[in-house]
């Protein structure tokens, strides 16, 4: 059925990536059906409306460097679907993606058929892999809230919750309760818990399930080493990023492995941080001789922290932002928390309507929130007209979307990923 991936990306992409659809019942079936593969691996399950990837990519990481076999499943990718699906960091090969793929399929379509979407199918195919891998673990990231994510089909041996913040209203409510609520569905009974936001919905279920909850930030001594370290226990651990919030998400990644029952040598945590950074999250580079940043926040509570660690990171200079974001978001807010902090907004689309946002809409919210900006809905156009504007003092902020990072990596620009 499926032989190359030019087939695997024509069932994939019958199955819409568009579609949304909350609910467990399809997911387990399918696994089922697998032969419940989820089962042959231990799992940190991640949920939050900010932080979920990186908390992933560091907790995989110091995993894998303390000699466990692990898998990795995130969404979305920057460039290649594959990046989605990694163990011990390596993106799942293209052979085997077809293979493995093909099987799931097969075995779906068997009487009665099971229909899966785009994420569904993607979730259970991680799942057969790792599983074939024989990975230890699995650390899993929620696609979208957690109760009816198709990730939550798991039995998970921790479940990690990081921020709250008003993200995909239209799906999991229009209140910070409402959200936490169904962020919350992924804990389990007597499974320990670790978060970040301690907010009433989370706290009443952990205890209703009697899970045990860790609040590192609360409990735990640490504090952020400028620019990239975390100071915790009478330690110093490198982190693959720069600003206190990734400090914040190191001290919860390694709540989570703790909390397993794990105590792992100091030597792989430290190899673990300091490698596991993810593209696209706090990446520096150079473009045309000036220094650029790569952040894929696409929501008002992230733009907001990207803000607070440009100022601990980066307080001199200019901040000139390159923002494209997708037609779904919560634009007015975007760039009302942008007003606080950028200097100059350039204006861009990096994928076109429907999906993605139209310049005229963002320069009509613009105006309405009188910020500095300019309109360039070309991004390959904005991207130089953002660099031209810049000395070298100045930083370019290149932000709104996962798309609005890929555009970036598919320009043809002269540029050189630095450590800056």
């Not at 989370?202 to 209703?208: E, F, K, L, Q, Y």
């Not at 400028?226 to 990023?241: D, K, Q, T, V």
């Not at 809905?377 to 609005?404: E, N």
Request: hydrophobic content about 45%; overall charge positive.
């Amino acid at each position: 059925m499926l032989h190359t991936l030019h087939d695997l990306n024509r069932y994939l992409l019958r199955l819409d990536p568009s579609r949304i659809r909350l609910g467990l019942t399809p997911t387990k079936a399918a696994l089922e059906r697998l032969g419940h593969p989820e089962r042959r691996m231990r799992v940190v399950h991640v949920a939050g409306t900010n932080g979920k990837g990186s908390v992933c990519a560091m907790t995989a990481s110091v995993l894998s460097a303390a000699g466990y076999r692990t898998g990795l499943y995130t969404s979305p990718h920057i460039l290649d679907l594959r990046e989605r699906i990694q163990v011990d960091r390596q993106a799942i090969g293209r052979r085997e993606f077809v293979q493995v793929s093909d099987r799931v399929a097969r075995a779906l379509r068997r009487p009665p058929a099971i229909d899966l979407t785009h994420f569904e199918f993607l979730t259970v195919v991680a799942l057969v892999h790792f599983a074939e891998q024989v990975v230890d673990f699995a650390v899993l990231e929620t696609g979208m809230g957690g109760r009816l994510d198709a990730t939550n089909a798991v039995a998970p041996d921790v479940s990690v919750i990081t921020t709250i913040g008003l993200d995909h209203t239209e799906w999991l409510g229009r209140t910070i309760k409402a959200i936490a609520g169904e962020k919350a569905g992924i804990l389990k009974a007597g499974v320990p818990a670790v978060t970040m936001a301690p907010i009433g919905p989370i706290v009443r279920r952990a205890r209703a399930l009697r899970a045990p909850l860790r609040l590192p930030l609360r409990e735990e001594s640490w504090a952020w080493a400028p620019p990239n370290r975390l100071l915790h226990r009478g330690r110093e651990w490198p982190l693959p990023y720069r600003g206190s919030c990734y400090a914040a998400n190191a001290l919860l990644a390694l709540t989570a492995i703790e909390a397993m029952g794990l105590h792992l040598p100091a030597p792989a945590i430290r190899a673990g941080l300091a490698n596991g950074g993810q593209f696209g999250r706090g990446t520096l580079v150079r473009v045309r001789g000036r220094r650029a940043l790569l952040d894929v926040a696409h929501n008002p509570q992230a733009i907001q922290t990207l803000g607070r660690t440009l100022e601990e990171v980066h307080p001199t200079g200019r901040r000139i932002v390159l923002l494209g974001l997708l037609a779904h978001k919560d634009a007015a807010s975007i760039l009302r928390e942008l007003g606080t902090w950028a200097d100059h907004v350039v204006l861009t689309q990096p994928v076109p309507p429907p999906r993605g946002c139209p310049v005229a809409r963002l320069v009509e919210l613009a105006t309405t929130a009188r910020l500095r900006f300019s309109a360039e809905p070309l991004f390959a156009r904005a991207l130089k007209r953002a660099v031209a504007s810049t000395g070298r003092q100045d930083l370019v902020v290149i932000t709104g979307s996962h798309t609005t990072v890929a555009a970036f990596q598919r320009t043809k620009f002269d540029r050189s990923r630095t450590v800056c």
